[in-house]
T-cell receptor, first 113, second 113 residues
Framework: GEKVEQHESTLSVREGDSAVINCTYT??????FPWYKQEAGKGLHFVID?????DRKQSQRLIVLLDKKAKRFSLHITATQPEDSAIYFC????????????FGKGTLLTVTP | EAAVTQSPRNKVAVTGGKVTLSCNQT?????MYWYRQDTGHGLRLIHY???????EKGDIPDGYKASRPSQENFSLILELATPSQTSVYFC????????????FGHGTKLSVL
């Protein structure tokens, strides 16, 4: 099936700095790229997504960039806060399906005060 | 916010035994999913469903069955549990409108001894 590689397994930043998590994929047919956050001991919850008809989307302190030529998308968290500490997963729709998501392996983000 | 409830939260099973993991959602979503989460693999899709009576194989269905008896309920069944099925299992639901945002349960931690 479709593969998505999440490049950073861990990331540590100081409070107030920006954090960037990068993912690459192989199938040019992928059209939907969501990001999910998992806090310790909990399930995942959606944070932001981007579709292939745009290359940038922002929601408050979160920015998602999509570079279709490079088959790369990234999550930028600006002005990080300790509560941003969590595991972040990139994902994309796979196998030509609108419903099946393939997830990256996750990035553990630690924001230190 | 969509509510997805999984039971049990923790389960210890013996090799060769039968295990049933249950999931209930209260937002009338058409689609439901079972994922497992393992260190180094991220989330992998086991089975999913488009509605009552439907089940579809995901990326790693071997050793698992699924049942969707109603819109609200989706079960994952391990007929003959093996230690390799020790994992954290997540159920998710989505409205079924394409490129959809998923809502996850808190997870079931299964240990097969």
């Amino acid at each position: 099936g479709e593969k998505v590689e999440q490049h950073e397994s861990t990331l540590s930043v100081r409070e107030g700095d920006s954090a960037v998590i990068n993912c690459t994929y192989t199938d040019t047919a992928s059209s939907y790229f969501p990001w999910y956050k998992q806090e310790a001991g909990k399930g995942l919850h959606f944070v932001i997504d981007i579709r292939s008809n745009v290359d940038r989307k922002q929601s408050q302190r979160l920015i998602v960039l999509l570079d279709k030529k490079a088959k790369r998308f990234s999550l930028h968290i600006t002005a990080t806060q300790p509560e941003d500490s969590a595991i972040y997963f990139c994902a994309l729709n796979s196998g030509g399906s609108n419903y099946k998501l393939t997830f990256g392996k996750g990035t553990l983000l630690t924001v230190t005060p | 916010e969509a509510a997805v409830t999984q039971s049990p939260r923790n389960k210890v099973a013996v090799t060769g035994g039968k295990v049933t993991l249950s999931c209930n959602q209260t937002n009338n979503h058409n689609n439901m999913y079972w994922y497992r989460q393992d260190t180094g693999h991220g989330l992998r899709l086991i089975h999913y469903s488009y509605g009552a009576g439907s089940t579809e194989k995901g990326d790693i269905p071997d050793g698992y069955k699924a049942s969707r008896p109603s819109q609200e309920n989706f079960s994952l069944i391990l007929e003959l549990a093996t230690p390799s099925q020790t994992s954290v299992y997540f159920c998710a639901s989505g409205p079924g409108q394409g490129n959809e945002r998923l809502f996850f349960g808190h997870g079931t931690k299964l240990s097969v001894l």
